[in-house]
Each structure stands twice: as C-alpha cells, then as structure tokens.
C-alpha cells in the first residue's frame, strides 16, 4: 500500500487498531450487565470475559479489515477512503459477531443473554453487539484517515 501524501498505511492501521482496542475494551465492560456472567460470575471473570472478547474484537476487526482491502483492491488506504472498504469491512464483522453469538449462545450455551438485552428478532442477536459491530469501526475508520500530524506516537 502507497502513500499519495495522505496517511501511510502502517500509521492507518496503528490508529485503526487503536481504536478498535480501547473503544472494544470500553464497549465490553459496558455491556456485560447485559449478560448473565454480570450476575453469576466473579470479578476476576467478568474481567477476563471482557479482555478475552476484545482480543477477539482486535482480530475480528483486523481480518475483516483486511479482507475487505483485498476485495476491494484499495491499495492507497487510509488515504482513500473507499465507501465499499468500509461496507465490507462492517459486513464482515458484522457476519462473524452475529455467527459467534448464534454459535455460542444457541448451540454451545457458553454464554447468554441477561433479560436486560435488547434482542434484534428474526436473528436472535443481541442489539449491544450489533451496535459494536457499526458505530466502532465506523470510528476506527475515521481516526485511520486522519493526517499523521494530528497525532503523536
């Protein structure tokens, strides 16, 4: 990936990958009441709950990411923006959050809902983690693009 004197690549995906960690971490402690580990499990699992899903955020955000840039063939990212790098990055994230959820609530209970979840009907999916799976890397993508100056590593 090339630089047409917007953002490098590796300084997109650094503020990218930011992003997605912290505001993941935030979003996991957040919504845990919504689920019934808030109120059956320990401190010390709820905290390796949360930590354990973000890294699985990270990497689900990262493959999505990825894959969308090779479908998409966008070889000057973050300097281009492209509005289908975006759809099918969230598309991506999306799919796997909402097959991860059905996965391990519906067949392998390894987690549930609390009766304080939304549910979206028709996929049975929790309306906490479909939110994540729009607004964050929405913002990932916005701090991704932003020029190298406005930031300091």
């Known amino acids: 990936m090339r630089s047409t004197g917007g953002v490098n690549w590796l300084s997109g995906m650094?503020?990218?990958?930011f992003v997605i960690a912290?505001?993941?971490?935030?979003w996991e402690f957040a919504h845990m009441p919504l689920y019934d580990l808030w109120s059956t499990g320990s401190v010390n699992e709820i905290v390796f709950a949360a930590v354990h899903c973000t890294g699985g955020d990270i990497l689900i955000?990262?493959?999505?990411l990825i894959g969308a840039l090779i479908l998409t063939q966008n070889d000057?990212?973050?300097t281009l923006?492209?509005?289908?790098t975006?759809?099918?990055t969230i598309a991506l994230g999306f799919a796997y959050t909402a097959f991860s959820e059905w996965l391990n609530i519906e067949v392998r209970s390894t987690w549930a809902y609390s009766d304080l979840m939304p549910v979206i009907p028709v996929i049975n999916m929790g309306l906490s983690p479909a939110l994540q799976w729009l607004i964050i890397p929405l913002l990932a993508f916005r701090a991704a693009s932003k020029s190298v100056r406005n930031w300091r590593y």
Do not use: G
């Not at 912290?22 to 935030?26: F, G, H, K, P, Y």
């Open 61 to 64: 955000a990262l493959c999505a």
């Open 76 to 78: 000057e990212w973050p």
């Open 22 to 26: 912290s505001l993941n971490l935030l």
């Open 86 to 88: 975006i759809v099918i």
């Open 14 to 17: 650094r503020r990218y990958l």
């Open 81 to 84: 923006q492209k509005r289908s």
